[in-house]
Every structure is written in C-alpha cells, then in structure tokens.
C-alpha cells in the first residue's frame, strides 16, 4: 500500500493515490461506460453478497456450517435493528436494508485486502446510497401521509412563538440528512486508508520502521472494526428515518 520514493534526501509518499479511479484497461479518459475499478470491486462486492446469502445457504441445514451461521447472524441481526426502530411497519422493508447493509460491509472489508480498492471511499458512491435512502423515506411518507408528513416539521408540544423558528431548523436538519449520511461512511474510510499509507511510508525509514509497523497493524486492526461500525451506524440511520416516514407524529 505505500507508494513512497526518496526525492531530494526526502521521503516522498502520497496517501491519497490510492483513491485515484483508473481504467482496467489502457490509460484512455473515463466516460461513463468505462470499467474502472470501481466497477471491478463494485462487482466483486455483489459476488461475495450473492456467494455467502445465496450459494452458502442453500443447503438450509437444521446445523449451519460457518458460512450459513454468518449468514443467518447477520440476516437476524438486522431483522431486529428494523423491527426495534422503525416497528412492524418497516419490516416490510427488511429486504431493501438488507441489502444495504451486506453491501457497505462487504465493500468496507474488500477494501482493506492488500492492492484492493475501497469503493465506499468516494463521496459519489456514498452519495448514491444516501440520497437514494433519502429521496425512498421522503417519497414514502408523502405517499402514506400526504401533507400529514409535514408534520414531522411542527413540533406541537412546543410553545407557539417557537413553533415556526423549530420547523425551520427540523427542514434544514432534515435536508442535511444525505449529505451527513454519505460524508460520514466516506470520511471515515478514507481517513482511515490514508492513516495505513502514511504508516506504510514511514516503514521505509530504518530507524522507525518497528514503530511504523506496529502503527499500521493497530490502525488495520481499527479499520476492520470501522468497517463494520460504519455499516452498522449506516443501518441504523437508515431505520430512523424509515421509522420518521412511517410514523412522522411520533
């Protein structure tokens, strides 16, 4: 992971390289259409998803191997993450956060294989999943509730002269939602990364390479539980605002 060079009697390495989208094949410009590796790991992602949740539960046995044991915790997991938050209501949207949480995971921890890419490292494909989540809640409530969804915004208990400063505060936090959804699985990832490349860079120098090593396998180490802390906090998050839409009065 460390692309460092000496320049000058310096120690020059770049952490943010690693987040450089390039073509799988030649060195052409990218259009929409391109396979970059995003789309590779992107793909691989889906590949190990459909591998563990569909291949590796086939059998259904009454005494599940590892693979469908890790399945049937995770499916479990997230069953009672939606059926706690947003009710009974929202398990008929089980399947759809689901998927979102397998995804990010998965695409959290490829990331961290040696050579590998991090597609949840970029804001355009975090953005994706947050304001997709977001424009799904919005149209939902609006569709159960009508304009009774607004009344997510006016806060009734509170006094009435504050009324109208709260609702423009509720609008503007509301609105604020995807943006944070989506910046905070992207920072925390990339930041993380980077962290590992720096690390990796000072490995090169003799006199702090033990010191630089024991940093990368401590900051790996954290990385693996950040992966999974960020797709969870993603998960919940989106059970929140899927409970808002079911039940914009409570």
């Known amino acids: 992971m460390a692309g ?3 320049e ?3 120690l020059v390495f770049h952490p943010l390289d690693q987040f450089q989208i390039k073509p799988l094949f030649g060195d052409g410009p990218i259009h929409w259409y ?6 590779l790991w992107l793909g691989l992602c889906v590949l190990v998803v459909v591998a563990l949740f569909v291949f590796g539960t086939r059998g259904r046995a009454v005494i ?3 693979i469908q044991s890790m399945a049937e915790m995770a499916y479990g997991m997230v069953y009672k993450m939606v059926e706690e938050i947003a009710g009974h209501d929202g398990v008929k949207y089980f399947p759809m956060i689901m998927t979102l949480f397998v995804f990010i995971l998965f695409a959290n921890m490829l990331g961290l294989l040696p050579m590998s890419f991090t597609p949840t490292s970029h804001i355009a494909v975090t953005a994706v999943l947050g304001f997709g989540v977001f424009i799904f809640v919005t149209l939902l409530g609006l569709i159960k509730h009508g304009t009774h969804f607004l009344g997510l915004f006016w806060m009734s208990d509170a006094p009435l002269i504050l009324r109208p400063i709260i609702a423009v505060i509720e609008v503007i936090s509301y609105f604020v939602r995807p943006v944070s959804h989506s910046i ?7 930041a993380g990364h980077a962290m590992i490349k720096v690390f990796a860079g000072f490995a090169a120098v003799t006199l702090i390479s033990p010191l630089a ?4 396998a401590a900051v790996y180490g954290l990385e693996v539980l950040v992966a999974f802390i960020q797709a969870y906090v993603f998960t919940i998050l989106t059970c929140v605002y899927l409970k808002d839409a079911l039940h914009p009065g409570h």
């Open 34 to 39: 391109t396979p970059t590796n995003v789309t």
């Open 4 to 6: 460092e060079a000496h």
């Open 64 to 66: 599940p191997g590892r």
């Open 184 to 190: 905070r699985l992207a920072g925390n990832i990339m």
């Open 8 to 10: 000058e009697g310096g």
């Open 213 to 216: 090593i024991f940093g990368i």
